[in-house]
């Protein structure tokens, strides 16, 4: 048995009951075991791969609120601050009834190599809560993030670990959040990301995960020949991500035809009205059956099937694993040319491997989605030093961050001969920096 697969082997049987974290373990080992294949040795002496995938540190700790009928309510709060070799911890926080510490680790241990990839100073963390802010009042709301902050800020610090925002923590969250955090701690710091911009957040923080997907995708398919011109594109989810994804890839020239929520998903063939889906989404919070009732142009459909439509471009946005090796075939048979990854782990391990073996580009999310990450470690830059870019300096900044991620996976297939293979390549060229940053601060 190799060290890839024994470190595999172990680490799974030593965390029971969390396949989302098997997932990306094995993904992400089974794909670097070219370069530990050729440190074999020293890497088993410093025992690397089971430092790397047991997390420095995880906090599991009770959240009480009350509610606005005047029960106390109580959920689980986590933070895993999983990698701090490269820099303080970095990573969001994910509201939502599904959140447990096999999801909790599953991310932040994706984001020690997204992270990586951005060639930012920022190490890898992840936290949540099993809370479900939708249908909840503001001030339900603003009630649970204090009581969560109430335990987070011993945990966490501008040079620390400093969160951010996931699936359900938006704008609001995030600023009931950092109020808290300065209230108990007296402090005016950078320790929160996605902040309100008179407060200290980023102009484009809002945009860059979507636009970082579309910078990511568009390098790929420029690398194979191709651009977003005139392209038909499929998109899943109607959140944060998918939104400015639907936005900027109708800027580079194609049409975006579907979108989806948790009940059921459109098609709208004149291409997705995106004023009109911000105002549906972000500002009356409804459902994308509401959407079509307003789009004469747009079909609604139940359940899912965005990838049942012809299309040259999958972007999924919405969760992982939503894109199953049924969804795979569908993709193929349409004749698609590329999937990007918006969402973390969106697509599963059967399914990229029938896409990749299908001559289907793939750009995996640790790249594609790094965006976000990218723009809130920008924003840790402007409140260091107290200054706030214009929308241009950041977007251009992402553009290039974006641009150099593609580079390094394209060096790092050349060089490993992974070929057209980017998630290996993803995930050497992000694991070499942080291998090389781990065995250079000693055993700790």
Same mark, same amino acid.
């Given at each position: 048995?190799?060290y890839v697969?024994?470190? *595999?082997? +172990?680490?799974?049987k030593?965390?029971?009951g969390?396949?989302?974290?098997?997932?990306?373990?094995?993904?992400?080992?089974?794909s670097?075991?070219?370069?530990?294949?050729?440190? %074999?040795?020293q890497?088993?002496?410093?025992a690397?791969?089971?430092?790397?995938a047991?997390?420095?540190?995880q906090?599991k700790?009770?959240?009480?609120?009350?509610?606005?009928?005047g029960?106390?309510?109580?959920?689980?709060?986590?933070?895993v601050?999983?990698?701090?070799a490269?820099?303080?911890y970095?990573?969001?926080?994910?509201?939502?009834?599904?959140?447990?510490?096999g999801?909790i680790k599953?991310?932040?241990?994706?984001?020690?190599?997204k992270? =990586?990839?951005t060639?930012?100073?920022?190490?890898?963390? $992840?936290?949540?809560?099993n809370?479900d802010p939708?249908? $909840?009042?503001?001030?339900?709301?603003?009630?649970?993030?204090?009581?969560?902050?109430n335990e987070?800020?011993r945990?966490i610090?501008q040079?620390?670990?400093?969160?951010?925002?996931?699936i359900?923590?938006?704008?609001?969250?995030v600023?009931?959040l950092?109020g808290?955090?300065? !209230?108990?701690?007296?402090?005016?710091?950078?320790?929160?990301t996605?902040k309100?911009?008179?407060?200290?957040? =980023?102009?484009?923080?809002?945009e860059?995960?979507?636009y970082g997907l579309?910078?990511?995708?568009?390098e790929?398919l420029?690398?194979?020949?191709?651009?977003?011109?005139?392209k038909?594109?499929?998109?899943?989810g109607?959140?944060?991500?998918?939104?400015?994804a *639907?936005? +900027?890839?109708?800027?580079?020239?194609a049409k975006?035809?579907?979108?989806?929520? =948790?009940?059921?998903w459109?098609?709208?063939?004149?291409?997705i009205?995106?004023?009109?889906?911000?105002?549906i989404?972000?500002v009356?919070?409804l !459902?994308m059956?509401?959407y079509?009732?307003? !789009?004469?142009?747009?079909?609604?459909?139940e359940?899912k099937?965005?990838?049942t439509i012809?299309?040259?471009v999958?972007?999924?946005?919405a969760?992982?694993?939503?894109?199953?090796?049924?969804?795979a075939k569908?993709?193929?048979?349409?004749?698609?040319?590329?999937?990007?990854?918006?969402?973390?782990m969106?697509?599963t391990?059967?399914?990229?491997k029938?896409?990749?073996?299908?001559?289907?580009?793939?750009?995996?999310?640790?790249?594609?989605?790094?965006?976000?990450?990218?723009v809130?470690?920008? %924003?840790?830059?402007?409140?260091?030093? !107290?200054?706030?870019?214009?929308?241009? %300096?950041?977007?251009n $900044?992402?553009a290039?961050?974006? +641009?150099?991620i593609f +580079?390094?996976?394209e060096d790092?297939?050349?060089k490993?001969?992974?070929?057209n293979?980017?998630v290996?390549?993803?995930?050497?060229?992000?694991?070499?920096k942080?291998?090389?940053?781990?065995?250079?601060q000693?055993?700790?």
């Amino acid at each position: 048995m190799s060290y890839v697969d024994e470190v *595999i082997d +172990k680490i799974t049987k030593e965390n029971p009951g969390e396949p989302e974290f098997h997932q990306t373990l094995n993904e992400v080992y089974k794909s670097i075991e070219v370069v530990v294949d050729a440190n %074999e040795e020293q890497y088993r002496k410093d025992a690397l791969l089971e430092r790397l995938a047991n997390p420095e540190r995880q906090i599991k700790f009770r959240v009480p609120w009350v509610d606005d009928e005047g029960q106390v309510q109580v959920n689980t709060g986590y933070r895993v601050q999983f990698n701090s070799a490269i820099g303080p911890y970095k990573g969001g926080l994910r509201f939502h009834p599904s959140v447990n510490i096999g999801i909790i680790k599953f991310l932040g241990f994706e984001q020690i190599f997204k992270n =990586s990839l951005t060639g930012l100073p920022i190490g890898g963390g $992840k936290g949540g809560s099993n809370f479900d802010p939708k249908g $909840k009042s503001d001030r339900e709301v603003m009630a649970f993030c204090q009581s969560f902050m109430n335990e987070l800020y011993r945990h966490i610090g501008q040079d620390q670990d400093v969160p951010a925002g996931d699936i359900g923590v938006g704008g609001r969250e995030v600023g009931y959040l950092y109020g808290q955090y300065k !209230r108990l701690t007296k402090q005016y710091e950078g320790v929160l990301t996605g902040k309100g911009l008179t407060f200290g957040g =980023s102009l484009a923080r809002t945009e860059a995960t979507g636009y970082g997907l579309l910078y990511f995708a568009q390098e790929m398919l420029k690398a194979n020949g191709e651009t977003f011109e005139g392209k038909t594109v499929t998109v899943s989810g109607s959140g944060n991500v998918a939104t400015y994804a *639907i936005e +900027k890839a109708q800027q580079l020239g194609a049409k975006v035809v579907t979108a989806s929520d =948790s009940t059921g998903w459109v098609y709208d063939p004149e291409g997705i009205d995106v004023a009109l889906l911000k105002d549906i989404k972000e500002v009356r919070r409804l !459902r994308m059956s509401d959407y079509a009732a307003e !789009r004469p142009s747009a079909e609604y459909h139940e359940g899912k099937g965005v990838w049942t439509i012809e299309a040259d471009v999958a972007l999924p946005c919405a969760t992982q694993n939503e894109v199953d090796i049924d969804d795979a075939k569908n993709i193929v048979s349409n004749n698609y040319l590329a999937l990007s990854e918006g969402a973390n782990m969106p697509t599963t391990l059967e399914a990229t491997k029938y896409l990749q073996d299908n001559g289907i580009l793939f750009g995996p999310a640790k790249a594609a989605n790094a965006g976000g990450v990218a723009v809130s470690a920008l %924003e840790m830059s402007q409140n260091s030093e !107290r200054l706030s870019w214009t929308f241009e %300096e950041v977007d251009n $900044k992402l553009a290039n961050i974006m +641009k150099n991620i593609f +580079k390094q996976i394209e060096d790092s297939c050349a060089k490993y001969e992974q070929g057209n293979d980017y998630v290996a390549g993803a995930n050497i060229a992000g694991f070499e920096k942080v291998a090389e940053a781990m065995q250079g601060q000693g055993i700790v």
